[in-house]
């Protein structure tokens, strides 16, 4: 059912961009992923990138050590968000995926850095998971 729910989606996406005008935004990995965690891009994301032949704005955030994913919980903070260059349409599918990955991840992790020291500045807690991640190996 996979190939068929992206090929809805694409059909979906051509009609919205180019009838209606409006912006795409997803999350490459399907879902916001616990902050810290490994990441696991889909390969939809490369799919519409080839398809509607526009640019992808890549977009990095930290939210999630502030709101976690499927948490009521909400520390205080500040929650950063980094909007980088466009990447042209037209690259090759494994260079575009490639890319994306290296932006959003390069960007992500100095936003996941700056967040855990204004939680260590501000006496929060953080997330068990970029807690483990942060500690400098012995």
């Not at 068929?4 to 795409?24: S, W």
């Not at 090759?92 to 992500?108: C, G, P, V, W, Y």
Request: hydrophobic share 40%; with cysteine.
């Amino acid at each position: 059912a996979r190939s068929r729910a992206l090929q809805a989606v694409t059909r979906r996406a051509k009609v919205e961009l180019g009838e209606n005008g409006r912006q795409l935004m997803i999350f490459p990995e399907g879902t916001r992923r616990p902050a810290g965690a490994e990441p696991a891009y889909k390969y939809g994301v490369t799919h519409l990138y080839a398809e509607l032949g526009v640019p992808c704005v890549p977009v990095a955030l930290n939210a999630g050590l502030y709101w976690p994913r499927r948490s009521l919980i909400k520390r205080p903070g500040t929650i950063k968000v980094e909007i980088m260059p466009a990447i042209p349409p037209g690259m090759d599918k494994a260079a575009f995926h490639a890319l994306l990955q290296e932006r959003i991840e390069t960007a992500s992790n100095r936003l996941l850095a700056d967040g855990l020291a204004e939680l260590d500045r501000l006496g929060v807690p953080a997330p068990v998971s970029t807690r483990q991640e942060a500690q400098p190996s012995a």
